[in-house]
């Protein structure tokens, strides 16, 4: 599975927009790229999920440019709520493997 | 729809002793998955398992760990023996056939004193 690098840390204030960048240079032809949000003591939370140009549902956006080699998560105007860390994966369908090989994530906070 | 469900949600054991984890899926799903997450790391896949079969035991410790999946019933993460190494949280995950989008549960905090 490829492998993703995204920022360790991400500051912002309520009312933002947050970008957050994930690298994944060797992403291949069936992958597909999937963002996850974590609180404290609490499982991953499905975001979004994209495979190529852009994608948005009611709670964020992720853009993809035409190499795929990068991937944007973007939150319009965060609240204190959405301090958590937020995990980039890249993998492909389920019938191919399953596993979901999570990074480090980005842990962003929000502040008031 | 109830989401995926996981019990107990906290799991205090003394070194020796095994510990059981019980994860329902979602409504509908097939596959699940364990993952583990030790304090301040990210997750880490353990096993996925179809109904009765085990698919991809990777992640798993060559001794101690096993899971199974049964025709009814929920999944069951069993760890025998357990050591202070184990304490973590156990996450599990659920998915369709038709899609590759995991939902996870709430977790099972085991501590080994």
């Known amino acids: 599975l490829a492998k993703t690098t995204q920022p360790i840390s991400m500051d912002s204030y309520e009312g933002q927009e947050v970008n957050i960048t994930c690298s994944h240079n060797?992403?291949?032809?069936?992958?597909?790229i999937t963002w996850y949000q974590q609180f404290p003591s609490q499982g991953p939370r499905f975001i979004i999920q994209?495979?190529?140009t852009k994608v948005t549902n009611e709670v964020a956006s992720l853009f993809i440019p035409a190499d795929r080699k990068s991937s944007t998560l973007s939150l319009p105007r965060v609240s204190l709520s959405d301090t958590a860390v937020y995990y980039c994966?890249?993998?492909?369908?389920?019938?191919?493997?399953?596993?979901?090989?999570f990074g480090q994530g980005t842990e962003l906070s929000v502040k008031p | 729809n109830a989401g995926v469900m996981q019990n107990p949600r906290h799991l205090v054991r003394r070194r020796g002793q095994e510990a059981r984890l019980r994860c329902s899926p979602m409504k509908g799903h097939s596959h699940v998955y364990w993952y583990r997450q030790l304090p301040e790391e990210g997750l880490k896949f353990m096993v996925y398992l179809q109904k009765e079969n085990i698919i991809d035991e990777s992640g798993m410790p060559k001794e101690r760990f096993s899971a199974e999946f049964p025709k009814e019933g929920p999944s069951i993460l069993r760890i025998q023996q357990v050591v202070r190494g184990d304490s973590a949280a156990y996450f599990c995950?659920?998915?369709?056939?038709?899609?590759?989008?995991?939902?996870f549960g709430p977790g099972t905090r085991l501590t080994v004193l």
């Open positions: 995950a659920s998915s369709d056939i038709n899609t590759d989008t995991q939902y």
């Open positions: 060797n992403i291949a032809t069936n992958d597909y």
């Open positions: 994209g495979y190529k």
């Open positions: 994966l890249v993998g492909t369908n389920l019938n191919q493997g399953g596993k979901l090989i």
